[in-house]
Every structure is written in structure tokens, then in C-alpha cells.
């Protein structure tokens, strides 16, 4: 049984309660193992295909996993399911610039200045999502999905040193997706951009 638009909501609801009580640092390791799991049971089972606004929640989730960390960090924080896998980092203008991600054979890197002018000595944030569910059961379903390459979304979002989303970017990330079973390409397979704001592919 799929979940409706409604049901989705109540649930992203209570877990974006639970977030930002813990942006402030208040809660614990342990809290934060629970929410995580509950993100991974939601997202991976099925029952919310095309719901993709649950992206948001793991957005917001990884940039508390920063909250009461010194900057900058030695290395990433990460957490990692079947389902999810998610690295957070904070650091310089500098040690952003170029950052670059790693996650089974697949990449992610930064743009060099991927921070405004002036933020050279400021502490930026930035966090890497791995969604392993791009199937038919995830979120981000949607028709002809299968074709996607390598069956996996890879996210990431940067803040500034206030905390303001960076929604635009002058020069181009580089990505690099590898394919299972050794294989050089799965026949029909693509790589996609997913619009959160229009929840469509292009």
C-alpha cells in the first residue's frame, strides 16, 4: 500500500520536530541514530514513491548532525544505511573549495570558489546525500525511472558562514557514478537532474 501526499506530510511533520530540536545540539548520539533509522525505514520502504519532499527532511537532518561541532572538521561526519548514506562537513572557504565526496566508487566534487568573495576565513557547511533508492519503491519515483544510471541520487547542499542555502553555483560540479556488476553501462541508462522545486526530472 502506497502512502498518500497526506499521510507523508504528517510523518515529515513530526521528523522535522525532531530536527530542529536538535539543531541547537540538545540531543544526543543516540536520538540522532533514531531519527536517522526512521529516515531510512520511511524512505526505503516503499510505501512513499514520488514523495520526494522527504529529501528536504534528510537535507535539514544532515546539517544538524554539524550543530555544537568546532570548525573546521578534521573529517566528515557520516551515517549510512542500506537505504541512505549521508557525510557532513564544515570548514574554511578554502577547505570547501574543491571538496570532493566518496561513496562506493561514486564522487562528488565541488566547484574551486564555491564560496561568495569574503568567506575566505569563514566557517562554511556543506552536506553529501547518497539515496540508494531511485527504483520503484523511492522517493523520487517517477515514470521510466528505472533507466537511471546506476539506480542512485547523489545530493549535496552548502551553506555560508550564516547559514544561508547556496542555490546557484558559477562554475559546474563534477560527479563521477559507477555501475554494479562490472558492467560499462546499463543499455538505456541515464543521468538525470531532479528539480525539487517542480518534483520533475529533466
Not at 536538535?22 to 541514530?33: K, L
Amino acid at each position: 500500500t502506497v502512502a498518500t501526499t497526506g499521510e507523508g506530510s504528517i510523518i515529515r511533520s513530526i521528523l522535522d520536530q525532531l530536527i530542529n530540536n536538535g539543531v541547537d545540539g540538545s540531543y544526543t548520539s543516540t536520538i540522532q541514530e533514531n531519527i536517522f533509522t526512521s529516515l531510512s525505514l520511511v524512505i526505503g520502504s516503499g510505501k512513499f514513491r514520488g514523495q520526494s519532499f522527504f529529501s528536504d527532511v534528510v537535507e535539514s537532518f544532515s546539517y544538524s548532525l554539524l550543530a555544537g561541532l568546532s570548525c573546521p572538521l578534521d573529517t566528515a561526519v557520516e551515517m549510512k544505511s542500506s537505504v541512505i548514506e549521508i557525510q557532513a562537513y564544515t570548514g574554511t572557504s578554502s577547505q570547501i573549495s574543491g571538496y570532493r565526496f566518496n561513496t562506493n566508487g561514486n564522487t562528488f566534487q565541488l566547484p574551486v570558489g564555491v564560496l561568495p568573495q569574503g568567506e575566505a576565513d569563514s566557517c562554511g557547511a556543506q552536506v553529501f546525500i547518497a539515496d540508494m533508492t531511485m527504483g520503484s519503491n523511492g522517493i523520487f519515483q517517477d515514470s521510466n525511472v528505472d533507466s537511471v544510471f546506476g539506480q542512485t541520487v547523489l545530493s549535496v547542499g552548502l551553506q555560508d558562514s550564516d547559514g544561508n542555502k547556496i542555490t546557484s553555483l558559477l562554475s559546474p560540479v563534477t560527479y563521477r557514478v559507477v555501475s554494479t556488476g562490472q558492467l560499462v553501462k546499463f543499455k538505456n541508462s541515464q543521468c538525470i537532474f531532479w528539480d525539487p522545486i517542480t518534483s520533475r526530472r529533466s
